[in-house]
């Protein structure tokens, strides 16, 4: 069982379509971060969200934080092929130390 | 900045034969992490240091060994390889605790055969 469980762990949509991707915990995390990873790459950080509720955004991205701080998610408007990859989120747990630990990810293509 | 180095990028070893994989950083950061990643699956962590002399274990600990002698280095043995150990090995550093942003190299592929 993971601490951090996303969904779908896979998704396959054309160019222009919406998606969204969820990231569950039922613990409370001191902060979460959103990585994106090509094949034979490390992850790179997308964003991190700190404050419950927080939004942000990156351009077609946006990032959600829950109010209690146990989820979160990334939603992406009009898709592009150029935003095919592996999502990660990631967070410190609250009162738990100082690991990172990881979501299984939710693998994104985007069809042309 | 190089950020994060690892060697080898790529290893085959055979049952019960031992390696280190070098993980390097020239961020000055404090908190340095070992992960691994199966085929299209997440990152599990493995071990993870927050300073030098100081290391903890992860999720999946048993198999390896850490050291942090210097901030820069963060060497992960495996002293007993194993078939199950087959996998993709990610090192990444960061600095700020409550806001992690962690940096991470190029990644070690190894298989055990």
């Known amino acids: 069982t993971q601490l951090l469980e996303q969904s779908p762990q896979f998704l396959s949509i054309q160019e222009g379509e919406n998606l969204t991707v969820y990231c569950n915990s039922s613990?409370?995390?001191?902060?979460l971060q959103w990585y994106r990873q090509e094949p034979g790459e490390g992850p790179v950080l997308l964003v991190t969200?700190?404050?419950?509720?927080e939004v942000k955004k990156l351009k077609r991205l946006t990032f959600q934080f829950g109010d209690a701080r146990k989820d979160s998610s990334l939603h992406i408007t009009a898709a592009q092929p150029g935003d095919t990859g592996l999502y990660l989120c990631a967070g410190v747990l609250r009162n738990a130390g100082n690991m990172l630990t990881f979501g299984g990810g939710t693998r994104l293509m985007v069809k042309p | 900045n190089a950020g994060v180095t690892q060697t080898p990028k790529f290893r085959i070893l055979k049952i019960g034969q031992s390696m280190t994989l070098q993980c390097t950083q020239d961020?000055?950061?404090?908190?340095m992490y070992w992960y691994r990643q199966d085929p299209g699956m997440g990152l599990k962590l493995i071990y993870y240091s927050v300073g030098a002399g100081i290391t903890d274990k992860g999720e999946v600990p048993n198999g390896y060994n850490v050291s942090r002698s210097t901030t820069e280095d963060f060497p992960l043995r495996l002293e007993l390889a194993a078939p199950s150990q087959t996998s993709v090995y990610f090192c990444?550093?960061?600095?700020?605790?409550?806001?992690?942003?962690?940096?991470f190299g190029q990644g070690t592929r190894l298989t055990v055969v």
């Open positions: 961020m000055n950061h404090n908190y």
């Open positions: 613990s409370v995390f001191s902060s």
């Open positions: 969200v700190v404050t419950g509720g």
């Open positions: 990444a550093s960061s600095y700020i605790l409550r806001a992690v942003e962690a940096f």
